[in-house]
C-alpha cells in the first residue's frame, strides 16, 4: 500500500527565470511539476533517490499556448496537454504521428498531464517503482537485467539501466524532426531530440536518458512544417486500452509522391533506453511503395539487431509485438488498417 505524501515545500514562480532560480537555489532537493502525473506516483512511493524536499510549480508562467503557421510549423508550450494538443486541428492534419501519439491517453492522464512531463518522464520499471536500491533510486545494480523483464525492458542492450523509456509523443517528435527548447542559468537553448535524449547516462548525479539538468526547464517543442506530400503516423501494442504504456510502438514519417516513400523515418518505441531509429527499415523502404510484403519487410528489418534479454524471464516475445507496432504504424500511414 501506498504511504501518504511525504511533507515538501511548495514553490510558486513568478516567470521561467524565477523557476531556474529556485531551481538552482535548492538545487536537487528541487523538482518541476506541472501536471504532477508520475511525480506525484514517484513520492507517493516514496522513492529514496526521486522524492524532492520542494516543488517548483510551473502552471501559471505560460507555457501551455499552442501555435502553428505554415512557415514555421508547430509550437507547443511545455505545459500543454495531451487533449489540448489532441483538439489542435492543425496537429490532425500536418501532424499524424503526433496525433495518434496523444489519441491513447486515459481522459485524466489526458487533461492532467503535459507534453514536458511526458517526454521527461521516469521509467516504469517495476523494481524502481517498487523502491529497490537499483541504480536510478541510489543504488549500483539493474535488478531487471537478471529478474522479470518481461513488459518494460529493453531489447537492445543497455547502460547501466535495462529499463525503456516509457513516453508515447518522444517517438513521434523523433520521427517529425521536432526540438526542444531548454531554460537554464544560462539562458535559453534549442536541443535536437538526439541531443535531448541521448540514452542512459548519468546527469547531475542520476541515472536517466535525457540531458536535462536539474536547474533547467522545456520551455516548448517546435515541429517544423511537413514538407508537400509528407505524411505520418504512430502505433503502440500495451496490455491495456488506456493508461498503460507501451510494450512496443513505432512512429513513422515519409514523403509519399505517386505511391512512392522517401525521406523514410521509422522510429522504434518502448524497447529501448530512448525512441530509437530503425535506419535498416528507413533505407529498406525509400523508394519502395507499400504492399503487404513490403510492409512486412520492413517490420523484419527494423528488428534486425535487437538482442533481447535472456536472462530472468525474458523479453523475446516483444520482437514479434515490435514488428506488429512497425506493420501498424506503416499501415496507418495510408490510411489502411
Given at each position: 500500500?501506498?504511504?501518504?505524501?511525504?511533507?515538501?515545500?511548495?514553490?510558486?514562480?513568478?516567470?521561467?527565470?524565477?523557476?531556474?532560480?529556485?531551481?538552482?537555489?535548492?538545487?536537487?532537493?528541487?523538482?518541476?511539476?506541472?501536471?504532477?502525473?508520475?511525480?506525484?506516483?514517484?513520492?507517493?512511493?516514496?522513492?529514496?533517490?526521486?522524492?524532492?524536499?520542494?516543488?517548483?510549480?510551473?502552471?501559471?508562467?505560460?507555457?501551455?499556448?499552442?501555435?502553428?503557421?505554415?512557415?514555421?510549423?508547430?509550437?507547443?508550450?511545455?505545459?500543454?496537454?495531451?487533449?489540448?494538443?489532441?483538439?489542435?486541428?492543425?496537429?490532425?492534419?500536418?501532424?499524424?504521428?503526433?496525433?495518434?501519439?496523444?489519441?491513447?491517453?486515459?481522459?485524466?492522464?489526458?487533461?492532467?498531464?503535459?507534453?514536458?512531463?511526458?517526454?521527461?518522464?521516469?521509467?516504469?520499471?517495476?523494481?524502481?517503482?517498487?523502491?529497490?536500491?537499483?541504480?536510478?533510486?541510489?543504488?549500483?545494480?539493474?535488478?531487471?537485467?537478471?529478474?522479470?523483464?518481461?513488459?518494460?525492458?529493453?531489447?537492445?542492450?543497455?547502460?547501466?539501466?535495462?529499463?525503456?523509456?516509457?513516453?508515447?509523443?518522444?517517438?513521434?517528435?523523433?520521427?517529425?524532426?521536432?526540438?526542444?527548447?531548454?531554460?537554464?542559468?544560462?539562458?535559453?537553448?534549442?536541443?535536437?531530440?538526439?541531443?535531448?535524449?541521448?540514452?542512459?547516462?548519468?546527469?547531475?548525479?542520476?541515472?536517466?536518458?535525457?540531458?536535462?539538468?536539474?536547474?533547467?526547464?522545456?520551455t516548448q517543442v517546435h515541429i517544423p512544417m511537413p514538407a508537400s506530400g509528407a505524411m505520418s503516423a504512430f502505433f503502440k501494442v500495451s496490455?491495456?486500452?488506456?493508461?498503460?504504456?507501451?510494450?512496443?510502438?513505432?512512429?513513422?514519417?515519409?514523403?509519399?509522391?505517386?505511391?512512392?516513400?522517401?525521406?523514410?523515418?521509422?522510429?522504434?518505441?518502448?524497447?529501448?533506453?530512448?525512441?530509437?531509429?530503425?535506419?535498416?527499415?528507413?533505407?529498406?523502404?525509400?523508394?519502395?511503395?507499400?504492399?503487404?510484403?513490403?510492409?512486412?519487410?520492413?517490420?523484419?528489418?527494423?528488428?534486425?539487431?535487437?538482442?533481447?534479454?535472456?536472462?530472468?524471464?525474458?523479453?523475446?516475445?516483444?520482437?514479434?509485438?515490435?514488428?506488429?507496432?512497425?506493420?501498424?504504424?506503416?499501415?496507418?500511414?495510408?490510411?489502411?488498417?
Amino acid at each position: 500500500m501506498r504511504n501518504e505524501l511525504p511533507k515538501f515545500g511548495y514553490l510558486k514562480p513568478t516567470s521561467v527565470s524565477d523557476a531556474v532560480s529556485l531551481l538552482t537555489k535548492y538545487g536537487g532537493k528541487a523538482r518541476v511539476i506541472a501536471g504532477g502525473t508520475d511525480l506525484m506516483d514517484q513520492m507517493k512511493d516514496g522513492l529514496v533517490a526521486l522524492t524532492p524536499e520542494y516543488v517548483v510549480d510551473i502552471n501559471g508562467l505560460g507555457l501551455n499556448n499552442i501555435s502553428f503557421d505554415t512557415s514555421n510549423g508547430l509550437t507547443v508550450g511545455a505545459t500543454a496537454s495531451p487533449a489540448a494538443i489532441l483538439a489542435d486541428s492543425n496537429v490532425a492534419t500536418y501532424y499524424g504521428a503526433l496525433h495518434d501519439a496523444v489519441s491513447g491517453h486515459a481522459i485524466q492522464i489526458a487533461n492532467q498531464a503535459t507534453i514536458a512531463g511526458n517526454i521527461s518522464q521516469e521509467v516504469w520499471c517495476w523494481y524502481l517503482r517498487n523502491n529497490y536500491d537499483c541504480w536510478r533510486n541510489g543504488g549500483n545494480v539493474c535488478y531487471a537485467a537478471i529478474g522479470d523483464n518481461r513488459y518494460y525492458h529493453t531489447l537492445y542492450g543497455a547502460n547501466l539501466c535495462y529499463a525503456c523509456n516509457a513516453s508515447d509523443i518522444a517517438p513521434a517528435l523523433f520521427a517529425l524532426d521536432a526540438d526542444v527548447t531548454v531554460q537554464g542559468p544560462g539562458g535559453s537553448s534549442t536541443l535536437t531530440m538526439d541531443q535531448f535524449m541521448p540514452g542512459t547516462t548519468i546527469v547531475d548525479g542520476r541515472v536517466k536518458e535525457n540531458s536535462l539538468r536539474y536547474n533547467e526547464i522545456i520551455t516548448q517543442v517546435h515541429i517544423p512544417m511537413p514538407a508537400s506530400g509528407a505524411m505520418s503516423a504512430f502505433f503502440k501494442v500495451s496490455e491495456r486500452g488506456s493508461y498503460d504504456f507501451a510494450m512496443a510502438s513505432c512512429a513513422v514519417s515519409a514523403t509519399i509522391s505517386g505511391g512512392t516513400l522517401s525521406n523514410t523515418r521509422v522510429v522504434l518505441g518502448g524497447v529501448a533506453e530512448k525512441p530509437l531509429r530503425a535506419s535498416s527499415a528507413e533505407s529498406y523502404l525509400n523508394g519502395q511503395q507499400l504492399s503487404d510484403s513490403v510492409i512486412a519487410q520492413a517490420a523484419t528489418n527494423a528488428l534486425s539487431g535487437a538482442t533481447p534479454l535472456t536472462n530472468g524471464t525474458g523479453n523475446q516475445f516483444r520482437v514479434f509485438l515490435a514488428q506488429g507496432a512497425v506493420k501498424g504504424a506503416l499501415r496507418a500511414l495510408t490510411g489502411s488498417s
